[in-house]
């Protein structure tokens, strides 16, 4: 019995409420309709990169000797950084002319035993096959004399024997022959030993390896006792005066963006400090990361304001990015919070204006409020409307709008606003319930609270 008296006091309260409302008017928030400039910004998240970096490589194998800098060093261009030992270089060296002379020495052998060929086994062989000839020819008158003919018999023994000794000779000379195949191995082992002499000589000559640009030392990859190879990383040196930043943008904003768009760079470790630079780079081809693909966008000539002289930033350094996607002046820019869906809207009398319709607005971002940006042409449903209120002599006013550039605060309006007229902006409840027609009055923020929506 209680509950059902409380009941009919809350609507007896509320009819009256309403009737008191219509009669004065319901209290509404209110602003004029201003033109102004408005801009959207991509955001993401980076890593500063030092934009050039030397890293230094050694250019000989060797024993490091000393190492003269240390990470966060100051370094100017042609600074001795490390040192090799020249004792171990010294004994490389004397090996290496070891190394020649005996190749040179194989070579001379080579030669001269096929000079000697030339001279001994030639004239050798060129007489055994002539005495064979001759003996040939002496067998051949006697061939009408029986095999047991003694001057036969004779005569095929001595055929044999020189036979024999022409096959003996000329499997010695091929044995004792030099043939080019060894001439040419010789030869290389002589270029590749000189070679290597001119290689030790040339690192006695680098024992000393000297910073190749100025700048602050970022890594060091050895210390005194380490043997190193030749193009073995050494130090690392970078200009912290000439920064940048690798980011990543999704396939869906990467359309937004173009070579040289201005960019915010902001790190926690300096709340205070902004830094501005502008887009240098776009990678052509995305990298898929959980079925999105990213691409790689780099943020260069970073210019610091609001910072003081150790606010600096430095490789490595995770920071925010905002990348500067599109930026109008003079547009007709209302808070957000004024903007109704077509589901927001109080069942009510329709506005007779009707926006144009259009697809979707550049600058719409992903989890900003839904504005009705996606509205398609020719769609009666109200499928992506967008509305306001607007007060005209104490009348609340159905407008619908076409939205531009969503900043998640404030909104462009493309169609339905000119700019001038009186924007009813809240409180949120109270534009939930309000209905095309109504009798409004204006009041101060603090007279009608706003609640959250």
Do not use: C
């Amino acid at each position: 019995m209680v509950g059902v008296i409380a009941s009919i006091a809350l609507i007896v309260y509320g009819n009256a409420k309403r009737i008191s409302e219509g009669k004065v008017g319901i209290p509404v928030r209110t602003v004029t309709v201003t033109r102004k400039g408005i801009s959207f910004e991509i955001s993401a998240k980076g890593v500063v990169e030092a934009q050039r970096k030397a890293r230094i490589r050694s250019e000989i194998t060797g024993l490091v000797k000393a190492v003269t800098v240390k990470v966060g060093d100051e370094v100017k261009r042609g600074q001795p950084l490390v040192f090799f030992d020249e004792a171990d270089l010294e004994t490389r060296r004397d090996e290496a002319e070891r190394s020649l002379r005996e190749a040179e020495s194989n070579l001379s052998l080579l030669m001269r035993r096929k000079e000697n060929w030339v001279r001994l086994h030639q004239a050798e062989l060129e007489q055994a096959r002539a005495q064979l000839e001759q003996v040939r020819l002496r067998t051949k008158a006697t061939e009408g004399l029986p095999p047991w003919e003694e001057g036969r018999a004779l005569a095929l023994e001595e055929l044999r024997e020189a036979e024999a000794r022409v096959k003996l000779i000329e499997a010695q000379a091929e044995s004792d022959k030099v043939t080019d195949e060894e001439v040419a191995a010789a030869q290389a082992a002589v270029v590749s030993a000189r070679a290597a002499l001119e290689r030790a000589e040339g690192a006695l000559s680098k024992l000393m390896v000297r910073s190749s640009d100025d700048g602050i030392v970022t890594a060091v990859k050895v210390e005194e006792g380490d043997a190193v190879s030749e193009g073995s990383l050494l130090i690392e040196v970078a200009d912290l005066n000439a920064l940048l930043v690798r980011t990543k943008v999704d396939e869906i904003d990467i359309a937004r963006i173009d070579i040289k768009a201005p960019a915010r760079v902001m790190s926690k470790a300096y709340p205070d400090s902004t830094f501005h630079g502008i887009v240098s780079e776009i990678s052509p081809e995305a990298v898929r990361e959980d079925n999105v693909g990213y691409f790689d966008v780099t943020v260069g000539s970073l210019q610091a304001s609001g910072s003081t002289e150790k606010d600096a930033l430095r490789p490595g350094m995770s920071v925010d990015v905002k990348i500067l996607a599109e930026r109008k002046s003079n547009a007709v820019v209302v808070p957000a919070e004024a903007v109704l869906s077509e589901d927001e809207v109080a069942t009510g009398p329709r506005p007779e204006n009707r926006a144009a319709p259009s697809g979707p607005v550049k600058g719409k971002k992903e989890g900003s409020r839904d504005t009705g940006n996606s509205a398609q042409s020719g769609d009666d449903s109200g499928f992506g409307r967008s509305f306001v209120f607007v007060e005209e002599e104490g009348i609340a006013r159905l407008k619908e709008v076409r939205l531009g550039i969503d900043t998640g605060t404030e909104v462009e309006v493309l169609n339905g606003l000119t700019g001038g007229e009186v924007l009813i902006v809240g409180d949120y409840e109270t534009l939930r319930n309000l209905k095309d027609g109504d009798k409004v009055r204006r009041v101060a923020p603090e007279d009608t609270a706003p609640k959250d929506r």
